[in-house]
């Protein structure tokens, strides 16, 4: 089956055109995919060219939405995933578009925890290990390789400053309370925030305040 294109004109969408053929059947197409299969008015095309069309469209703009949340901040291969399901993308689109983006390193799920922890340990963002463990599988990580970087990035001393420096500013917040409710909610607090109990002990200690 062949379909003649009769107009190509610009939709109100940047970057996006209405192409209609002589059957009255309309397609929407980038202006990179236009370009890149030379469409003009009067063109001849086959079905299965048209269905390799659309395809290459389909990549496109699978790529570019992906593009743009990484414009935002860096993701993992499973949020990036998750977003192109919730847009109806085909399966086979899908891992076009993260093989792609996997080859040029805009997904790099090492690189997002790496920055991820040092993030959380230099901006004073108070995570225990566990609560960090936690938030990385969430975001689609494997707990192997969570466990492996947080091991390897978070020291004991890392751990124990960001626990002190959470307790401080927490303490702040309990003024009202009395002592033992204080130290109760305290503790609560920083287990939370996936401290172990280890941990907590000498941030208590550390504040001159008795648990016992």
């Given at each position: 089956m062949e379909l003649k294109i009769i107009k190509i004109q610009k939709t109100t969408r940047k970057n996006l055109y209405k192409i209609t053929f002589d059957n009255d059947f309309e397609i929407q197409l980038y202006t990179e995919i236009l370009l890149k299969f030379k469409l003009r008015s009067g063109d001849i095309i086959e079905e299965k060219d048209l269905k390799d069309i659309l395809l290459q469209n389909q990549i496109y703009e699978a790529k570019n939405t992906s593009l743009r949340l990484l414009a935002k901040r860096m993701r993992t291969?499973?949020?990036?995933?998750?977003k192109l399901k919730q847009k109806k993308f085909e399966d086979s689109i899908i891992r076009q578009t993260i093989n792609e983006l996997k080859r040029i390193n805009l997904i790099n799920d090492e690189e997002f925890v790496d920055k991820f922890i040092n993030n959380t340990i230099t901006l004073n963002k108070n995570y225990?290990?566990?609560?960090?463990?936690?938030?990385?599988?969430?975001?689609?990580?494997?707990?192997?390789?969570?466990?492996?970087?947080?091991?390897?990035?978070?020291?004991?001393?890392?751990?124990?400053?960001?626990?002190?420096?959470?307790?401080?500013?927490?303490?702040?917040?309990?003024?009202?309370?009395?002592?033992?409710?204080?130290?109760?909610?305290?503790?609560?607090?920083?287990?939370?925030?996936?401290?172990?109990?280890?941990?907590?002990?000498?941030?208590?200690?550390?504040?001159?305040?008795?648990?016992e």
């Open positions: 291969e499973k949020e990036i995933i998750d225990g290990r566990y609560a960090l463990l936690n938030k990385l599988i969430k975001f689609g990580i494997s707990k192997n390789l969570a466990n492996e970087k947080i091991s390897k990035l978070l020291t004991d001393n890392d751990e124990y400053e960001t626990a002190l420096n959470a307790a401080k500013k927490k303490l702040i917040n309990l003024k009202r309370y009395d002592e033992s409710k204080k130290i109760q909610r305290l503790i609560s607090f920083l287990s939370g925030r996936g401290y172990n109990w280890d941990i907590i002990k000498k941030v208590l200690s550390e504040l001159k305040i008795n648990y």
